[in-house]
């Protein structure tokens, strides 16, 4: 291996690894109870990661903060999806953090961010990535807050690519059976290499605004909402809507899928199913109540900045 | 449309109907308590179905009994399974009656059942279906009656049958990413047409004979365990249990891929989630525990009848 790719894949994961202990920390102090758990673990075909578990908090019902950095001989697929000869290519590398929170009090809505690099040995590399809302109960002005927060990381680094990803983010986060999306969106991206006059350091710089970004916005979101009364009603609402997470996570989600194909740590990728869930035959909310205003906000294409 | 073709189709579709009402009938009695309500619903492409789902009973918690009897264009991938032209197989017809079954005492266990017909026009048909069993618990006394009645069903009409099938529901109803199976299987088969001396008659027969063996099987189960006393620990462990029920359904059952992929009634195809499911990282029952023994009972090939 030559030394740029060597130091770059160094670099990066060095980077992710701080990230993770960054996230840990402040999320530790917003709880103020709950504390991460860490395993360490190593992936027989080559590399490991740090698989971080806070469960049973004062905000925080289950969570995982992953991080994990793995190489070896890479899924013919994935070489064929980069366009790639499967007999030139004989190793990847690929290294990210990937979070999900789940509270306990049901108006403080689910996160989850991914943030990643993958490479092909020296063929080809990209980042990717996102961060998505899932509140149980949308509230506008947060819906505002966390988009201006997503717009604010993008646009630093591009003016099109916070209205690119977020749109993305509509697609991707989206459960068709139930034709409505998990959450509130965010923003999603994938495939970011040095295309379109961007350089390693450039892209590299975005996925860094996006992870840092992460900690500031749900602090915020906790703060706002982990003192708030809820009652029953909120907590039904809440088991039900986490079986929809459970339903996205389990049929849609891409890493989730990569990962349980190829063998990955089960217990670190499923991480992200929360506690408890619920599930009731043909539950409709009743007309003109809180959830049934949440229900008919989980669709593509609202302009949570301007419109919330 | 041929004459035959379409009575045999009737011949089947009522057959269904009248099973899904006699289970019902037998269920509710067992129950005492609980009683099925019953959604009749259309398909936009063809055909509809009627179901029934319990809640609230005093020995199941959540289940449903579903018949359906579709037509229409058949997909794609389905007429090409059967090696047939997409070009010349214009239609497609399907009945069947899926059942899932929660019961809130832990000491029950979890029950599925599903029958189906499938027939290409005058190109191609079979029978598919199969029955399993999830006990929370796994008590082998209750494994070897199961599987006794299992094989009973099968062995009226070949001597072969329950041990093919017994080992493909082993083989189906396997969670590849726990490396355990969901339960202690069952009987499972799929194809089954005019082929190896069989007729439709006899296929047809066999088919009745599972759909039969159900409410009386099942019933004894109910009424074996479900005065049954428990605690804390063993609805804790029933709660975890059917989280690996929903990964089960949501990542591998090929009835719910094909279900939610073909837009079908997404609400009587997720009836198989139960009320309530819980996930819990990394975890693992106590040494000598009678849930550690029920985890060691989650594999394939074991000989329920003479071993159990």
Redesign the interface.
């Known amino acids: 291996m030559n030394q740029s790719l060597s130091t770059r894949r160094n670099q990066v994961a060095e980077w992710f690894r701080s990230l993770q202990e960054h996230i840990c920390k402040e999320l530790e102090a917003e709880d103020t109870v709950g504390k991460f758990h860490e ?1 360490r673990w190593e992936r027989p075909g080559g590399g490991g990661g740090h698989t971080r ?1 806070l ?1 049973g908090g004062k905000v925080i019902e ?1 969570g ?1 903060v992953n991080f994990s950095a793995v190489y070896g001989t890479p899924p013919e697929s994935t070489v064929l999806h980069a366009g790639l000869d499967p007999a030139t290519v004989k190793e990847f590398f690929a290294t990210g953090v990937s979070i999900v929170l789940h509270p306990s009090n049901p108006l403080v809505p689910i996160i989850h961010m991914n943030v990643r690099y993958f490479d092909l040995g020296e063929s080809d590399w990209w980042f990717g990535g996102g961060i998505d809302l899932t509140p149980h109960y949308v509230k506008p002005e947060d819906a505002r807050f966390f988009h201006t927060q997503m717009k604010a990381a993008c646009d630093r680094h591009d003016p099109m690519y916070y209205s690119t990803f977020k749109q993305w983010a509509d697609d991707y986060f989206f459960i ?3 034709n409505e999306t998990r959450g509130i969106g965010g923003i999603f991206f994938d495939y970011l290499k040095a295309t379109d006059g961007f350089s390693f350091d450039d892209r590299f710089a975005f996925v860094k605004s996006v992870g840092e970004s992460f900690a500031p916005t749900y602090r915020e979101l906790m703060r706002r909402n982990k003192e708030a009364n809820y009652h029953d009603d909120h907590k039904k609402w809440q ?1 039900l809507r986490r ?1 929809r997470y ?2 996205f996570n ?2 849609y989600d891409r890493g989730t899928k990569f990962g ?1 194909e190829s063998n990955g740590r ?2 670190s ?3 992200s ?10 539950y409709r909310p009743a007309a003109g109540s809180p959830e049934e205003y949440t229900w008919s906000m989980l669709r593509k294409g609202v302009d949570w900045i301007n419109e919330g």
């Open positions: 395993d578990i469960k289950k995982g068709t059976h139930r088991l079986g459970v339903e389990l049929i349980l089960t217990e990728i499923l991480m199913l929360p506690a408890h869930a619920d599930w009731e035959y043909d």
